[in-house]
């Protein structure tokens, strides 16, 4: 069981960033992931911290989240043999840093720029170019900081999509059961709690979600925590991640122009509500309420994708058990369910 032995969340936390290394016991050397943009808004300022501290620092931008950039980045950590790696950026940056650096066995530091989905705080990798679609297992961060001052800067749409992701956690909770009930698959009930927890704190402070609120953001941010260490307890991607998350890598696959990842697992958790026959009606109240997408229109996907996806998602994963499984959906019933739901 892996998790962070620090997490740092307000305002102005970047500045602790070097109290926060040496404590860890890193006072000689760092490694950096970053894009360019978020190295501009975060990725110097830890840098010039860290190296007034001490340590010496290096650093590289990526651009996507494929098995190539984790190899060059995997390289160049071989390389420099930094004592710690900082993921600074997105979630494109984060799982990166992340999965590159498990391999390298160097410990992990989380440094989000946004709050759009719980790579900030898991051990989980969505990495592209691995002939799988979904995530894979990396290693949870030894400490995530997380300043509201930087994260807040960023566009509202991925606060929303974070809900989104937030939100999943009601569907994936109960996919896991379903499959201890028909697989005998292990549950672990702690960690389907404190998935649970995360995603009803959104719930309950839906109106506090909106551009600029600080207060919205930290219970955001508390969330999404608590997902990444949920899924290091249970030692998978399980209390988090179902069918629709299934759902949003199908989509992945089949639109032209997928939308953000929270974005889609919201509107996959309306369409697994319904099957679940759970209250699908304020999942996408919470989500209307968060400002966050709830019909294929608001995704910018043409219906007829958002119905291939239902139908493809158990293909995806077979060995993932969910609801799709349970209702066997072939493409009039997926677009019975998308039609009634208002997804379509």
């Known amino acids: 069981m892996e998790l962070p032995r620090e997490v740092i969340v307000g305002e102005g936390t970047l500045d602790l960033v070097g109290e926060v290394c040496k404590r860890l016991g890193f006072?000689?050397?760092?490694?950096?992931?970053?894009?360019?943009?978020?190295?501009?808004?975060?990725?110097?300022?830890?840098?010039?911290?860290?190296?007034?501290?001490?340590?010496?620092?290096?650093?590289?931008?990526?651009?996507?989240?494929?098995?190539?950039?984790?190899?060059?980045?995997?390289k160049a950590i071989s390389e420099t043999k930094p004592q710690v790696v900082l993921g600074v950026g997105g979630g494109t940056k984060i799982d990166v840093a992340k999965l590159s650096s498990?391999?390298?066995?160097?410990?992990?530091?989380?440094?989000?720029?946004?709050?759009?989905?719980?790579?900030?705080?898991?051990?989980?990798?969505?990495?592209k170019g691995l002939n799988k679609p979904y995530s894979i297992m990396a290693q949870a961060p030894m400490?995530?900081?997380?300043?509201?001052?930087?994260?807040?800067?960023?566009?509202?749409?991925?606060?929303?999509?974070?809900?989104?992701?937030?939100?999943?956690?009601?569907?994936?909770?109960?996919?896991?059961?379903l499959a201890h009930i028909v697989k005998n698959e292990y549950y672990g009930e702690y960690a389907a709690s404190l998935a649970l927890m995360s995603a009803?704190?959104?719930?309950?402070?839906?109106?506090?979600?909106?551009?600029?609120?600080?207060?919205?953001?930290?219970?955001?941010?508390?969330?999404?925590?608590?997902?990444?260490?949920?899924?290091?307890?249970?030692?998978?991607s399980r209390p988090c991640s179902g069918a629709e998350h299934l759902f949003s890598h199908a989509l992945d696959i089949i639109a032209p122009k997928p939308a953000m990842h929270g974005e889609q697992c919201g509107v996959g958790t309306i369409l697994a509500g319904y099957l679940h026959n759970i209250n699908w009606k304020r999942v996408k109240r919470t989500l209307?309420?968060?400002?966050?997408?709830?019909?294929?229109?608001?995704?910018?996907?043409?219906?007829?994708?958002?119905?291939?996806?239902?139908?493809?998602?158990?293909?995806?994963?077979?060995?993932r058990y969910t609801i799709f499984n349970e209702k066997n959906l072939n493409y009039e019933y997926a677009k019975r369910v998308a039609k009634f739901t208002g997804v379509i």
């Open 200 to 236: 009803r704190l959104i719930i309950k402070n839906a109106s506090l979600l909106e551009p600029g609120n600080v207060e919205g953001l930290r219970v955001l941010l508390e969330a999404l925590i608590s997902c990444g260490v949920s899924m290091s307890i249970a030692g998978s």
């Open 288 to 319: 209307a309420l968060v400002k966050a997408p709830t019909t294929a229109e608001e995704l910018d996907i043409a219906p007829e994708y958002i119905i291939e996806a239902l139908v493809k998602a158990p293909s995806i994963r077979p060995e």
């Open 143 to 177: 400490a995530i900081i997380a300043d509201t001052d930087v994260i807040i800067g960023a566009d509202y749409r991925f606060t929303a999509s974070g809900c989104g992701d937030v939100i999943a956690k009601l569907t994936a909770v109960k996919d896991w059961k």
């Open 27 to 74: 006072s000689k050397s760092a490694f950096i992931v970053s894009g360019h943009k978020t190295f501009e808004v975060a990725g110097k300022k830890i840098r010039d911290i860290l190296e007034d501290s001490g340590l010496e620092v290096n650093e590289m931008f990526v651009n996507s989240p494929t098995i190539n950039e984790v190899k060059n980045v995997e």
């Open 102 to 127: 498990a391999k390298c066995k160097i410990p992990f530091i989380s440094v989000p720029t946004t709050a759009s989905h719980d790579g900030i705080a898991s051990p989980v990798a969505s990495i």
